[in-house]
């Protein structure tokens, strides 16, 4: 009878430990998403150069250089909203791209 009391208080303890497990996040996807969080760099948009702007997530090469083209004929970027006037960039993707730029 303690024998039977004992496997399943295991089986109990096994099974909430799993359920408990499951649920909980790995560590290194909370510290990836911690790091990633804290370590974004504004870059000057007004001062990058062609890579420096092609790093930003959203923006390829062409991009990059529709933005150049832009403060070269306009002059410098001010705001998030003139974004939209380079060719090529939206809404969506000037809100995407905000978080990693600056404009002074």
């Not at 399943?8 to 990836?32: F, Y």
């Not at 790091?35 to 790093?55: C, D, F």
């Not at 832009?70 to 974004?83: D, F, K, N, P, R």
């Amino acid at each position: 009878m303690k024998q039977l009391a004992f496997a399943i208080g295991i089986t109990v303890l096994t099974l909430t430990a799993n359920q408990c497990l499951a649920q909980a996040k790995p560590a290194a996807e909370i510290t990836k998403a911690t790091a990633a969080a804290h370590s974004v760099q504004k870059i000057n948009i007004n001062k990058a150069t062609a890579e420096q702007l092609q790093a930003i997530p959203g923006l390829g090469q062409k991009k990059a250089q529709a933005v150049l083209d832009y403060i070269a004929e306009h002059g410098s970027i001010t705001e998030a909203s003139q974004l939209t006037k380079v060719k090529g960039i939206g809404e969506k993707l000037a809100a995407k791209i905000a978080p990693y730029v600056s404009y002074n």
